[in-house]
């Protein structure tokens, strides 16, 4: 306008105006220039992003977006030569990358936004068996995943999922693996651990005493004859229905039940072999009464008197009953454990002895 504001050959305006210069010569004569109009326009807010973005390493990772109009993205923040495209980040390595990006309007420039790309690593995926993988008949092997800090889990046989410790116990065969994810939700899936049947025989196991649909007086003595086609026999478990009340590890294979309670009782043993295998024998089902005095409870006139060796065999003895009870030679038995068996009706009383000499 009308406001004088420079004297040199050259001058930056930065206000919105009419401008004019003039020039005047050796000989003081002057001349103005047409005017020249300045627009100076706002410069543009910075474009809309959304940071950081994350990444799990070795993800397919997506261009990177933004909000604005005539968009330039940029490696950093000084550099004056943009990109070609939005860039695709790069998730091999991990670590944090930062991307910038502008937008321009009415030919401004405006100041660059900031995008940080995470890339998050992955956690470890690892199965380690305690013992081994080929497990027999009712046998089992214990998987275990790598530990840390912040970790979850969840065990898969093929597609079916499992449980979500850092162990598991498998039971059945198939092939397992662990899915680990750490802290920053990210996920590895183990390489996968076969479990295998063993060609493992059941143990044979015969309950000899007490009989089916026998009702006992007083304590229960159970014992069986047991023996492993292809194993040792490890342990000897005596059940009440689901509930073990008694084991043994040798023979002979004998438990004394001295309190089973009244009422009826489902009697089993299961025994595990050198193998891991378990089996359960053909359960027996008794009737248990309570006695005060013993065998002096029956008529001993009428009762019968067994005694059996610890293999299930009915030793011959001689036997003498009176009025005041009863009387049975084991002079000619050897030493050893022996199950008395007396059985009048439809009671048995069982009492367990040793022969010593």
Known sequence: GTTQVGTA?????????SYTVEVTNANTCNATSTATVVTVNATPAIPTVTSPVTYCQGATAVQLLSTGTALKWYTDNTTTT????????????????????????TGCESARAQISVIVNALP?????????????????????ANTGSGLNYKWFNGSTQLGTGVSYIANTVGSYVVEVTNASGCKTVSLAVDVNAASNQPSIITI???????????????????SDPDGNIALVEYLDGNTVIGTSTSQPYSYDWTNPGTGNHVITVRVTDSNGG??????????????????????LLNANFRVINVLGEEAIISTSVTANGARLDVSGLVEGAYIIVITEGTYVIRKKITVIK
């Open 9 to 17: 050959a050259t001058y930056i305006a930065t206000t919105a105006g």
């Open 82 to 105: 943009a990109l070609a495209a939005a860039p695709t980040p790069v998730t091999t390595a991990t670590g944090t990358t930062s991307y910038y990006v502008s937008q321009t309007t």
């Open 124 to 144: 470890a995926a690892t199965i380690t068996a305690t013992g081994s993988t080929t497990i027999p008949s009712g046998g089992s092997v214990t998987l275990n």
């Open 208 to 226: 000899t005493s007490p009989t089916a649909g026998a009702s006992i007086m007083g304590a229960i003595t159970i014992t069986a004859n047991i």
């Open 278 to 299: 378990i089996t359960t024998s053909t359960p027996v089902t008794i009737t248990s009464s309570t006695t005060t005095t013993g065998v002096t409870d029956i008529d």
